[in-house]
C-alpha cells in the first residue's frame, strides 16, 4: 500500500501542526473565542442536577477536562471548578501557542491523544446529537398544547366552570365516577360542541405545521408552504364544485370533495413536474405547482362567477374554520391524520441527510427522489385532510416550523414532532381569540391566522436578517 | 481497492462531456485528476459515483459499481464535492454522522457505534473542539476538514474529492493534502482527486490522469505527464518546469 516514495507517518496530530507555517496573526482572534467558549462551558455546567449526561457532553467539548468531568459525574460542583479554572487558563494557553493554526488550541490535540483510546469505549459519550428530540423542548410543548385545550374548553358563551369541566372529563375515563354538577345541556355544550371543535382546531394545526415542515424538508426552503403544491386551489374547486352542484346542506360532501381536490392538485402538479424536467427537480416541482395552481383557481373562480348567489358560501369556506366540528367529522379524518403523521414523523433522518442536497445524498447511499415522493405524499396528505374540515388557514405551516427551529434547532427529527404539537397549540389559540374577539360572532379561523401570521413573519425575517449581520 | 474505469461515455444534456476515458487507480493510491475547465473531470468523478447516467465500467475491486444497490457503493466510495451544501444551523458532529447513513436503516436511527465512530472521526481531525459548531460558523479551512470528516465516517476504502483544495490559501493547502496524504498511508485508502493546482498535484500524487477536451491525453508518473510540451498544448499556458528535490516536477508560469 505504501508507495516507495513516501514514509508511512506514525500519527496524524503530532506532524501536521509542525507542517502547517506560522500564522501568529490569528492567535488574537482565537484568544477572543476562547474565553466565551469557557463561559458556555459554564452555563452547561448550571444545568447539571436537570441531566448530567448533559454534562459529559458538553466536557467533551473543553478537551481540558475531558478527563475529570466523566469519572466524576456525581462530584458535580468539583467538576464545574475544574472547569472554571481551565476556562480561566485557556486565554493563556492560547496566547503560548501563536503557530496555532486558527483551529483548535494546542492543548486540545494533547489531551485528544490521550484520549484517543477511550472514545470507542464509552459509545454513549461524545458530543451532543443536536438532531435529537431532547426531553425539555417536548415537555413545553406538550404542557403548551394541554394548557391551550383546556382554554379553549373553558371559554365560551355557556360559563362552564374550569372545575366543572375537569371533573366532567374525568367522569369519562373507564373506572372514574366524579360528579361534575353539570345538566345535560352542559354535558352537551361540553361534549358535543366544545370538545370536538377543540380537538379538530388541534389536528388541523398541527397536520398544517407538520406538512409545512414536510414540504420545507423536501424543497429545502424554509418559505415551502404546505400549499405550495397545488393544494390549496384544487381543494378550493372541489368544495365550490359541490356547493354549486349540489341544492340545500351537501353534508360531508364539501370536506369530501375538497379532500379529492387537493390531492388532484398535488398529483396534477407531480406529474407536471416530472414530465417538464429532469435536472432541478425541487424547483421544476415548485413552478409546476405555481402553475397547476393559476389554472385551478381560475376554474374555481368561474364556477362560483357562474353562480354567484352561493357566492356567501363558497367565501365562509374558503376563509376556513372549525366551528362546524363534530364527532363524525373527527373520525373521518383521524385514519388519514394518522397515517401522515407516522410517515412524516418516521422520515425526520431522511430529510436531515437530504438538506446537503441531492447528489450528496445519492452518494450517501439515499434515493432522493424516493425520499421525496414518500414525503410529498404524506405531507399532501395530511394538508388534504386538514383542508377538507376547515377551509384555507394560511401561515400555520410557515410560522410554527420556522419558530420551532429557530427555538430547538434545524434538524428535521426535532422540527418535526414539534411542529406537530406546536402547530395545533397555535391553531387552538387562534381559534379561541376567533370566537372571543367579536363574540357573540365569530371571525374566519384563516382571517386569525393571517392577522398574527403576517407580523410575526415580519419579525422572523427581521430578525434573521440581524442574525447574518451580526 | 483498485478502481478501474474502462471507456467510459458520459453525455450530460445531449452533449458528450466523456469520450471513451480508461484509467486504473491502484489499491491504497493517489491518483490526481488535472485538466483544464470544462476539461470534464468533475464529470468523471461524479460519473464513478453512478449519480450520471454513464456507458463504460466502473469496478471497485472487481465489483461493478453500476450493479450495486446506492447504500452498498456508498459504503465503498466516499465523495466530498467541490462546493458542499452545507445546511444551515446543522452542528459539525451532526453533519459528520450523515456520513454513517450508508450503515443506518433507511427509517431507522443512528446506534452508539455510528456515534462513536463519528466522534473518533471529528478526533482524528482535530476536529473535536468543534463539534458542537454550526457549519456556518466555521472558517474554510475547517470547512474543507469537515467535509473530509463526513466522507470519513463513511469508512469507504475509496474516497473521491473534487477539489479539496479550492479557496484555501496557500498554507491550508498544503495542511489538507498532507491530512489526505496521511489518512490515505494509515488507512490503506485509495484517493482520486480533481485539482487545478499542476504543481501540488505532482507534490501529492502517485499517478496524474490529464483529461482534455473529454478524453485522457495523458497519464503516468507526474514528471512524465506535467511537461512543458503537454502544458503548453491542453492549458495554452507558457510554463517552467524545473525537477525538484526529490524527482517530482514544480510548475512556474513564464510571461510571454
Same mark, same amino acid.
Given at each position: 500500500m505504501t508507495p516507495p516514495d513516501r514514509e508511512p507517518s506514525p500519527a496524524v496530530r503530532e506532524d501536521a501542526p509542525g507542517d502547517v507555517p506560522a500564522r501568529p496573526e490569528k492567535a488574537p482572534a482565537r484568544k477572543q473565542d476562547v474565553p466565551q467558549d469557557a463561559k458556555d462551558v459554564l452555563? /452547561?455546567?448550571?444545568? *447539571? &442536577?436537570?441531566?448530567?449526561? +448533559?454534562?459529559? !457532553?458538553?466536557?467533551? /467539548?473543553?478537551?481540558?477536562? =475531558?478527563?475529570?468531568? %466523566?469519572?466524576?459525574?456525581?462530584?458535580?460542583?468539583? !467538576?464545574?471548578?475544574?472547569?472554571?479554572? /481551565?476556562?480561566? +487558563?485557556?486565554?493563556? #494557553? $492560547?496566547? #503560548?501557542? &501563536?503557530?496555532? =493554526?486558527? +483551529?483548535?488550541?494546542?492543548d486540545a490535540r494533547d489531551v485528544s491523544a490521550r484520549r484517543r483510546g477511550d472514545v470507542l469505549a464509552g459509545p454513549g459519550a461524545g458530543p451532543r446529537v443536536r438532531g435529537r428530540l431532547r %426531553?425539555?423542548?417536548?415537555?413545553?410543548?406538550?404542557?403548551?398544547? $394541554? =394548557?391551550?385545550?383546556?382554554?379553549?374548553?373553558?371559554?365560551? =358563551?355557556?360559563?362552564?366552570p374550569v372545575s366543572g369541566i375537569l371533573a366532567a372529563l374525568a367522569d369519562k375515563v373507564p373506572f372514574v365516577h366524579v360528579d361534575s354538577g353539570f345538566s345535560v345541556v352542559d354535558e352537551n355544550v361540553l361534549f358535543q360542541l366544545r370538545v370536538p371543535r377543540v380537538l379538530m382546531a388541534a389536528l388541523v394545526g398541527g397536520m398544517l405545521s407538520m406538512a409545512g415542515a414536510g414540504y420545507q424538508g423536501v424543497f429545502r426552503n424554509p418559505l415551502a408552504d404546505p400549499y405550495l403544491l397545488g393544494a390549496a386551489a384544487g381543494a378550493g374547486v372541489g368544495a365550490t364544485l359541490v356547493i354549486v352542484v349540489v341544492p340545500g346542506d %351537501? !353534508?360531508?360532501?364539501? &370536506?369530501?370533495?375538497?379532500?379529492?381536490?387537493?390531492?388532484?392538485?398535488?398529483?396534477?402538479?407531480y406529474a407536471l413536474g416530472s414530465a417538464a424536467g429532469r435536472g432541478n427537480r425541487a424547483a421544476t416541482l415548485v413552478l409546476a405547482g405555481v402553475a397547476v395552481s393559476s389554472f385551478l383557481s381560475a376554474v374555481q373562480?368561474?364556477?362560483?362567477?357562474?353562480?354567484?348567489?352561493?357566492?356567501?358560501?363558497?367565501?365562509?369556506?374558503?376563509?376556513?374554520? *372549525?366551528?362546524?366540528?363534530?364527532?363524525?367529522?373527527?373520525a373521518l379524518v383521524a385514519p388519514y391524520s394518522l397515517v401522515s403523521t407516522v410517515v412524516l414523523l418516521a422520515h425526520g433522518r431522511l430529510l436531515d441527510v437530504l438538506s446537503v442536497g441531492d447528489e450528496e445524498a445519492a452518494s450517501l447511499g439515499l434515493s432522493a427522489a424516493r425520499v421525496r415522493l414518500t414525503v410529498l405524499l404524506a405531507a399532501s396528505l395530511a394538508t388534504a385532510t386538514a383542508v377538507a374540515?376547515?377551509?384555507?388557514?394560511?401561515? *400555520? !405551516?410557515?410560522?410554527? &416550523?420556522?419558530?420551532?427551529?429557530?427555538?430547538?434547532?434545524?434538524?428535521?427529527?426535532?422540527v418535526l414532532p414539534l411542529s406537530l404539537l406546536g402547530g395545533a397549540a397555535f391553531?387552538?389559540?387562534?381559534d379561541l381569540v376567533a370566537r372571543t374577539v367579536i363574540a357573540p360572532g365569530e371571525l374566519p379561523l384563516g382571517v386569525v391566522t393571517a392577522f398574527v401570521g403576517g407580523p410575526f413573519f415580519v419579525a422572523v425575517l427581521r430578525a434573521s436578517r440581524r442574525q447574518v449581520e451580526t | 481497492m483498485t478502481v478501474a474505469v474502462r471507456g467510459l461515455d458520459v453525455s450530460?444534456?445531449?452533449?458528450?462531456?466523456?469520450?471513451?476515458?480508461?484509467?486504473?487507480?491502484?489499491?491504497?493510491?493517489?491518483?490526481?485528476?488535472?485538466?483544464?475547465?470544462?476539461?470534464?473531470?468533475?464529470?468523471?468523478?461524479?460519473?464513478?459515483?453512478?449519480?450520471?447516467?454513464c456507458a463504460g465500467e466502473i469496478g471497485v475491486a472487481g465489483a461493478d459499481l453500476a450493479a450495486m444497490k446506492p447504500r452498498q457503493r456508498a459504503r465503498l466510495v466516499a465523495y466530498a464535492p467541490q462546493s458542499p451544501n452545507l445546511p444551515v444551523g446543522m452542528s459539525v458532529f451532526d453533519y459528520t454522522l450523515l456520513g454513517r447513513s450508508p450503515y443506518i436503516p433507511h427509517l431507522g436511527r443512528e446506534s452508539a457505534r455510528d456515534r462513536a465512530i463519528a466522534g473518533e472521526v471529528l478526533d482524528r481531525l482535530d476536529l473535536t473542539g468543534? @463539534?458542537?459548531?454550526?457549519?456556518?460558523?466555521?472558517?474554510?479551512?475547517?470547512?474543507?476538514?469537515?467535509?473530509?470528516?463526513?466522507?470519513? @465516517?463513511?469508512?469507504?476504502?475509496?474516497?473521491?474529492l473534487d477539489e479539496p483544495t479550492t479557496a484555501l490559501d496557500i498554507g491550508h493547502q498544503q495542511q489538507v493534502m498532507e491530512l489526505i496524504d496521511q489518512l490515505r498511508l494509515s488507512d490503506g485508502l485509495t484517493v482520486v482527486t480533481t485539482i487545478h493546482d499542476l504543481t501540488l498535484a505532482g507534490q501529492y500524487a502517485d499517478d496524474l490522469v490529464l483529461l482534455s477536451g473529454g478524453r485522457v491525453a495523458a497519464a503516468g508518473a507526474p514528471a512524465k505527464v506535467l511537461t512543458r510540451a503537454a502544458i503548453q498544448e491542453h492549458f495554452d499556458a507558457r510554463v517552467h518546469v524545473l525537477p525538484g528535490p526529490d524527482g517530482r516536477p514544480l510548475l512556474s508560469l513564464e510571461r510571454p
Open positions: 452555563q /452547561d455546567t448550571a444545568d *447539571v &442536577p436537570q441531566d448530567v449526561k +448533559d454534562v459529559q !457532553g458538553a466536557a467533551k /467539548d473543553v478537551p481540558q477536562n =475531558a478527563e475529570n468531568v %466523566p469519572q466524576d459525574t456525581k462530584g458535580v460542583s468539583q !467538576g464545574a471548578q475544574d472547569v472554571r479554572e /481551565d476556562g480561566e +487558563d485557556v486565554p493563556q #494557553d $492560547a496566547s #503560548d501557542v &501563536p503557530q496555532d =493554526a486558527e +483551529d483548535v488550541p494546542q %426531553p425539555l423542548p417536548l415537555v413545553v410543548a406538550l404542557v403548551l398544547l $394541554a =394548557a391551550t385545550l383546556l382554554a379553549g374548553l373553558v371559554v365560551g =358563551a355557556a360559563g362552564l %351537501p !353534508g360531508y360532501g364539501v &370536506p369530501l370533495a375538497a379532500f379529492a381536490g387537493a390531492l388532484l392538485g398535488v398529483a396534477m402538479a373562480t368561474f364556477m362560483q362567477q357562474v353562480k354567484a348567489e352561493e357566492l356567501q358560501r363558497i367565501y365562509s369556506w374558503i376563509l376556513g374554520g *372549525v366551528g362546524s366540528a363534530d364527532w363524525h367529522q373527527l374540515v376547515s377551509g384555507l388557514i394560511g401561515f *400555520v !405551516g410557515i410560522v410554527v &416550523p420556522h419558530a420551532v427551529r429557530r427555538l430547538a434547532g434545524g434538524s428535521y427529527r426535532v391553531l387552538e389559540l387562534a | 450530460l444534456g445531449g452533449r458528450p462531456v466523456l469520450k471513451g476515458v480508461s484509467l486504473e487507480v491502484p489499491a491504497g493510491s493517489w491518483t490526481a485528476v488535472i485538466g483544464p475547465n470544462g476539461a470534464g473531470k468533475s464529470t468523471l468523478l461524479r460519473a464513478v459515483l453512478g449519480l450520471l447516467p468543534l @463539534a458542537d459548531r454550526p457549519l456556518d460558523h466555521l472558517s474554510g479551512g475547517e470547512r474543507q476538514r469537515v467535509v473530509l470528516a463526513r466522507a470519513l @465516517a463513511q469508512q469507504t476504502s475509496v474516497l473521491l
